[in-house]
């Protein structure tokens, strides 16, 4: 293989797509690239620089700079060393804590470097398993990867999704091994933190007339429906409390300041009388329209775009009456402007239908989200998590909703007071792929059922046989099973196959060929 196509293998290691979960045997067992200033393994077939693991603490050991855990899951014992960042200089250095104890199951995400005649994994992160179910599954996904993809005889190929993102080829140096476990500019991040940060769309403030359409503004819709989750309300700022005038004696009269937070407990007791296993729709809130034309992002953008639809109908207007003429205002165009506030609604209940007829909408029975009350003001929720503001403008505490009240401030037009919301309307949900890998998960847990039940009440003569469970269902049976609601009706194949890559990322369902999936568990 060519130096530069591993120079380009290395590069591809760096990314959160190449973290190989895997065994602690695997880790001991990969073999080295072989190419000097080229540190990465091969997994079989497949190049590895980053692992993801799984098992139980069995010892802790904790040093002046960095805390070294024990890992054990079944086939090995391999040391991960963690060095955490201290929050804060001190002198002396205040000793580390571990972040997990001997006994845990622990989920371990690091890169592998070589350790005397040995290797180790220096942590980016170790974290707890929620469920003792993450171990088994872990094993089962690991081992279904070393059927389907690391011991494959085919030549490894970088994703072509991937490929074009690849910075181009620099020359490579290798990692001093006192440096942290993951650099600040390293392009190795953890899960979670990738989660936590949405992509952001530019703030409605900030768009040019020509993006103010209909379509864009259905994209808004979309977006800030997906990441609603993410606003948090501002805390309140603090008040700076005044002096007294005059002094108190010191003594058992002297005021003092009271905690009334209730402290909890250190151990939380376990609370039997709730059932183990919740239904996540009740947690889950959908939209109503109301409650979207009452987010003071979306409702500017519904202002500008109505405004800008009028202008440009007389501007069509004008050229078809009087080219290079005077404006002729006629009635329609008087009523485009009169009539603002019904026209936004409008615009706000056409871009949920065209939602609903793509699929990127259901018509949600659940609860909704409770519309803000009247007294409610703009600057009462921080969105700048999902709006992405002007680089040259400055916003207090980076929250975009100074920019809309700034926008509104130049065009202060009263476009009526929103009605009340009624009782029935109807509500909308977001289609996620968390959210539809759980209705996913029970289709193939069905249709397994039905098939096996139907295998196993054939009969061979006048005696019945006894049949394996049947094999898991094709991409297109799950399709169909779901399109049997009315609330899956516009459910795209796309949509159910990336729910159907998540489960598998999480280790809970795999394609055991033939665009066939099971369960692992």
């Given at each position: ?189 953890s899960p979670a933190s990738s989660r936590a940060s949405p992509h952001k769309l530019r703030h409605p403030a900030r768009l040019h007339t020509k993006d103010l359409t209909g379509n864009a503004f259905r994209i808004y819709i979309k977006h800030y429906m997906d990441n609603a989750e993410h606003v948090r309300p501002i805390p309140p700022e603090p008040t700076t409390p005044t002096k007294s005038s005059h002094r108190l004696p010191l003594g058992d009269e002297t005021p003092r ?265």
């Amino acid at each position: 293989m060519a130096s530069g196509s591993l120079k380009r293998i290395w590069q591809w290691t760096l990314t959160q797509e190449a973290i190989a979960p895997g065994f602690c045997k695997d880790v001991l067992d990969m073999r080295e690239s072989g190419v000097k200033d080229v540190e990465f393994f091969w997994l079989g077939r497949v190049p590895c620089r980053s692992v993801k693991l799984v098992g139980m603490v069995m010892g802790v050991q904790t040093y002046e700079t960095r805390v070294v855990y024990h890992l054990d899951d079944g086939t090995a014992v391999i040391e991960c060393h963690h060095r955490p960042q201290p929050l804060q200089k001190t002198l002396p250095p205040s000793p580390l804590e571990p972040l997990a104890q001997v006994g845990w199951s622990v989920t371990v995400i690091g890169r592998v470097s070589p350790m005397r005649d040995t290797r180790k994994v220096l942590v980016d992160s170790i974290v707890r398993c929620p469920s003792s179910n993450d171990e088994p599954r872990h094993w089962i996904a690991v081992r279904n990867l070393h059927k389907t993809h690391y011991s494959l005889d085919k030549p490894f190929e970088i994703p072509e999704r991937l490929v074009s993102q690849l910075p181009a080829p620099t020359k490579v140096t290798p990692d001093s091994p006192s440096t942290s476990s993951v650099a600040p500019s390293s392009p190795l991040k953890s899960p979670a933190s990738s989660r936590a940060s949405p992509h952001k769309l530019r703030h409605p403030a900030r768009l040019h007339t020509k993006d103010l359409t209909g379509n864009a503004f259905r994209i808004y819709i979309k977006h800030y429906m997906d990441n609603a989750e993410h606003v948090r309300p501002i805390p309140p700022e603090p008040t700076t409390p005044t002096k007294s005038s005059h002094r108190l004696p010191l003594g058992d009269e002297t005021p003092r300041p009271l905690d009334h937070t209730p402290k909890q407990p250190r151990i939380v007791p376990l609370d039997f009388s709730r059932p183990l296993d919740v239904d996540p729709d009740e947690r889950t809130f959908g939209f109503t329209v109301s409650y979207l034309r009452r987010v003071p992002e979306l409702a500017l953008m519904a202002k500008r775009v109505v405004k800008a639809e009028a202008k440009r109908r007389a501007r069509d207007a004008r050229k078809k009456t009087e080219p290079g003429g005077a404006v002729v205002i006629t009635k329609d165009m008087r009523n485009d402007l009169a009539k603002l506030h019904p026209r936004m609604k409008r615009l706000f209940e056409w871009a949920v239908i065209q939602l609903v007829k793509e699929g990127a909408v259901l018509s949600w029975d659940g609860p909704a989200r409770p519309c803000p009350g009247s007294d409610t003001q703009p600057g009462d929720a921080d969105t700048s998590v999902i709006w992405k503001a002007n680089s040259s403008t400055s916003t207090v505490g980076g929250n975009s909703t100074v920019m809309s009240n700034a926008s509104v401030a130049e065009d202060d037009e009263d476009e009526g007071e929103l009605t009340d919301p009624d009782e029935g309307e109807e509500v909308f949900l977001p289609l996620t792929s968390a959210f539809l890998a759980t209705r996913v998960e029970k289709a193939i847990r069905t249709l397994t059922e039905r098939a096996t039940a139907r295998a196993q009440a054939s009969k061979d003569g006048n005696r019945p046989r006894v049949r394996a469970p049947a094999p898991g269902p094709a991409v297109r049976e799950i399709v169909a099973l779901l399109k049997g609601d009315d609330m899956w009706r516009n459910l795209s194949e796309f949509a159910v196959k990336e729910a159907l890559t998540l489960l598998q990322d999480e280790g809970r369902a795999w394609m055991i060929g033939g665009d066939r999936w099971e369960l692992t568990l």
